[in-house]
């Protein structure tokens, strides 16, 4: 069993729900570790002071914020903690909302939230509201010495809580650097992207999904460790401006043989989308 993460409450209207946070995602990442290629040792980080190039201990190091060029207001833990007032250990909720409208952008991290000390029966009912309403609550609280805006929903047996990046998080499309608009696609290349995507539209299941490069990476250092060489792929070519047409029909193509070797048919094109579609059928 996992050891909750945080304690604190869910407060909507007048209503208390003791909760406890829990992980509910766990890495995965193959833990590569720093060594000198010489002499293959570890490599250690140290904590330098600049001024008096010696290494500190940790109980010497604090936290500050610079005000103006060399000057910083230096912030305790407490000090940092007391800004978080009265309501340190609560997730106010301000708004019920469709889980619909929320941009999957805006979601960050997955945690379980579980009923607290003598939080069952108010945890059972927030969790019955949210998952008869199908909402998801939008609150915030500060976790970890930050600020969260957070979703809430109910899964099948607990309630999730998602924490969320805000608004002014988000870096403006305008500011990336783009190469000026070019030729656009045509009529006929978009609709036979469209006939690739009604081909390999399917529902979604995760469990199908593998990470197949954690796989590849575990064998290449297997096969490393056994003596063998090992080369870097070639780069693949990107598709030029004036080969995506055929790139689409090769694509439907290849998806139409894999189909037929699975047996399965993953097209869920609306009714009388074919009819629709027909006068382009002749280019693949």
Not at 27 to 54: F, W, Y
Not at 208 to 223: F, G, K, P, Q, S
């Amino acid at each position: 069993m996992p050891r909750s993460l945080w304690n604190g409450t869910v407060a909507f209207g007048l209503v208390r729900v003791p909760v406890k946070l829990y992980t509910a995602t766990e890495s995965k990442r193959i833990p590569l570790r720093e060594r000198h290629v010489n002499d293959g040792a570890a490599i250690e980080h140290r904590r330098i002071c600049v001024k008096e190039q010696r290494e500190v201990p940790h109980g010497e190091i604090v936290k500050g914020f610079e005000v103006s060029a060399g000057t910083y207001v230096v912030l305790s833990k407490e000090e940092v903690a007391a800004a978080d007032g009265t309501e340190a250990r609560v997730v106010d909720i301000e708004h019920f909302v469709s889980g619909g409208e929320i941009d999957p952008a805006y979601y960050e991290r997955t945690y379980y939230l579980g009923p607290g000390k003598l939080g069952d029966e108010p945890y059972r009912l927030l969790h019955a509201a949210l998952k008869r309403s199908g909402r998801v609550a939008i609150g915030r609280f500060v976790f970890h010495n930050k600020a969260h805006l957070v979703a809430i929903r109910a899964l099948e047996e607990v309630i999730a809580l998602h924490t969320m990046r805000f608004a002014d998080e988000f870096v403006p499309e305008a500011e990336l650097e783009r190469p000026a608009p070019g030729k656009e696609p045509t009529k006929l290349e978009i609709e036979t992207a469209q006939l690739l995507l009604d081909q390999l539209d399917s529902s979604f299941e995760p469990d199908t999904y593998a990470n197949t490069y954690r796989d590849a990476v575990m064998e290449l250092i297997e096969r490393k460790a056994r003596g063998e060489a090992v080369e870097p792929p070639e780069a693949v070519p990107s598709t030029g401006a004036g080969d995506l047409l055929s790139a689409l029909k090769a694509s439907i193509q290849n998806s139409g043989r894999a189909r037929k070797r699975t047996g399965s048919s993953r097209s869920r094109a609306p009714a009388g989308s074919a009819r629709k579609r027909e006068p382009t059928r002749e280019a693949h």
